[in-house]
């Protein structure tokens, strides 16, 4: 069988070209796998690496609520209450857009996206709790022309990140790497060698060095595996 190493070496780093690190989700007891899968997926697809979330006391998190695919890619940050989980993207700089009804809510259409963002979504029930829109920054509406009043939480939050997406994309903000070197590394590591990965956090010893093609290439490292 060919080496398959250095092509997946190259899609990952087109991957991390596209990253946008300065874009993320914050999901407030969203707790519905399907729509935890749909909406984690459509993150990765607009280049979004890590979401948040808050799930409800009787729903504990766990990987299998967002799609086996994506969840490689994406990381879900579970926090422990919505005022903490606030409180860190707060410390990004990052404007806070809430989905929901309200006198001053704006056509989504009208937001800069290319400044750094977090879109907040709500339940699949009752949508953002009051707590949630008086944390945000503005409150953002999918104008409906129906008799619905409401699209699902992973379908509203698919065309709002599409927006983003768009806008950024004529903004020349994809295609050049925004994440730190440590962490490109690490994501090429775990993927490329995920049983060497393994083998170093079970006998807590160093990951290996890696080559410019992706492949293993340490000899102190050779040493100290002989050592184990």
């Not at 993207?89 to 404007?95: L, S, V």
């Not at 006198?103 to 709500?122: E, H, Q």
């Not at 050049?176 to 060497?196: N, S």
């Amino acid at each position: 069988m060919l080496d398959q190493k250095p092509e997946r070496l190259q899609k990952i780093l087109q991957m991390v070209a596209n990253r946008q690190p300065d874009l993320t989700v914050f999901m407030e007891q969203v707790h519905k796998p399907h729509n935890l899968a749909a909406i984690v997926r459509t993150a990765d697809a607009v280049g979004i690496g890590e979401v948040h979330a808050t799930f409800p006391k009787d729903v504990r998190y766990r990987g299998h609520h967002t799609s086996s695919g994506s969840k490689r890619w994406v990381k879900t940050h579970a926090h422990d209450s919505l005022e903490q989980g606030m409180e860190y993207i707060r410390g990004k700089d990052a404007q806070i857009l809430s989905a929901h009804f309200s006198d001053d809510a704006v056509d989504f259409r009208s937001i800069d996206y290319t400044k750094p963002t977090c879109l907040l979504v709500g339940s699949e029930l009752v949508g953002v709790s009051d707590k949630a829109a008086d944390l945000a920054d503005k409150h953002i509406i999918i104008p409906m022309m129906g008799m619905v009043q409401s699209l699902n939480v992973s379908v509203a939050t698919a065309l709002i990140l599409y927006e983003a997406q768009r806008q950024r994309v004529e903004a020349g903000m994809y295609g050049e790497c925004k994440i730190a070197q440590e962490e490109v590394d690490l994501l090429i590591f775990k993927t490329l060698h995920p049983t060497v990965k393994n083998y170093c956090d079970k006998h807590k010893i160093r990951y290996p060095k890696l080559n410019d093609m992706g492949e293993i290439e340490d000899p102190d490292w050779d040493l100290l595996r002989k050592l184990v």
